[in-house]
């Protein structure tokens, strides 16, 4: 099973993200959208040889339904690379359900004179957006402005 897939719309991108769990929904969906910005591929190579510095972030969440917890979770994502230039290649799930969550992210900063810049992603957007579960797992698809 894929993890994701980018389309083209309009003049926006989105991603379908599958997972055969919730949680492994929420980890495609966040390599997905660093995948958007950047060469995710070489930052997790060179985070896994050790030839980047570690970054640890808390996260917790809380919404009132899943398809929120996707959009919120992705939005944290989109803040913590807008204001922080932080990249998670890595996610501890400490506290999980199917509206809240807490994970450990483990990360590295994005340098521009070192990491290839891909798309500028200004927002994640609820246009068109659908979160399903069917007997094979989740499917979600999300567009995001840039």
């Known amino acids: 099973m894929q993890p994701y897939r980018i389309f083209e719309h309009t003049a926006d991108v989105g991603l379908k993200i ?42 917790s969440l809380k919404t009132a339904d899943p398809g929120d917890l996707l959009l919120a979770w992705l939005r944290e994502l989109l803040f913590l690379f807008s204001a922080k230039k932080l990249i998670f290649y890595h996610y501890e799930f400490l506290d999980f359900s199917k509206t809240k969550m807490r994970v450990r992210a483990l990360g590295v900063k994005f340098d521009p004179s070192r990491d290839e810049q891909k798309l500028e992603v200004k927002a994640v957007t609820y246009h068109h957006f659908e979160l399903k579960k069917n007997k094979r797992g989740w499917t979600a698809t999300v567009i995001f402005d840039i």
């Open 18 to 59: 599958r997972g055969r769990t919730f949680r492994e929904l929420l980890k495609n969906a966040g390599a997905g959208f660093f995948n958007l910005l950047t060469d995710y591929a070489a930052i997790r190579r060179e985070a896994a040889s050790g030839s980047r510095r570690t970054v640890r972030r808390l996260l």
